[in-house]
């Protein structure tokens, strides 16, 4: 059974910091674009960031560039995503996604596989 199975979310204030898991578990995704998205209540899916399979290339939405950085350890098949600087408009629950076919996407539908989700709560 294919699982995707983020960790490391939680409570911080303004201006902290946390860094967030995603492990990949019933197949390698070593050769695969990844991504995180994140939704809060009462909105949609939204993207945050990509991770080309070799890890040599990398995207992010505009309201996290300079903030936040993905990265993926192919041998341990997980990907991260450090997330600085937090502000309160980053709370939402962030979910990794895999996607089987293609570089990654910025379109959530066009993901394959999807964690469970963390969630990550920011402070004022």
């Known amino acids: 059974q294919v699982q995707l199975a983020e960790s490391g979310g939680g409570l911080v204030q303004a201006g902290g910091s946390l860094k967030l898991s995603c492990a990949a578990s019933?197949?390698?995704?070593?050769?695969?674009?990844m991504g995180w998205f994140r939704q809060a209540p009462g909105k949609e899916r939204e993207f945050v960031a990509a991770?080309?399979?070799?890890?040599?290339?990398?995207d992010y939405a505009d309201s996290v560039k300079g903030r936040f950085t993905i990265s993926r350890d192919n041998a341990k098949n997980t990907v991260y995503l450090q997330m600085n600087s937090l502000k309160p408009e980053d709370t939402a629950g962030y979910y990794c996604?895999?996607?089987?076919?293609?570089?990654?996407?910025?379109?959530?539908?066009?993901?394959?596989?999807w964690g469970q989700g963390t969630q990550v709560t920011v402070s004022s």
């Open positions: 019933g197949r390698t995704f070593s050769g695969n674009a």
């Open positions: 991770i080309n399979w070799t890890g040599g290339r990398t």
């Open positions: 996604a895999a996607r089987l076919i293609g570089n990654y996407a910025y379109d959530a539908r066009s993901y394959d596989y």
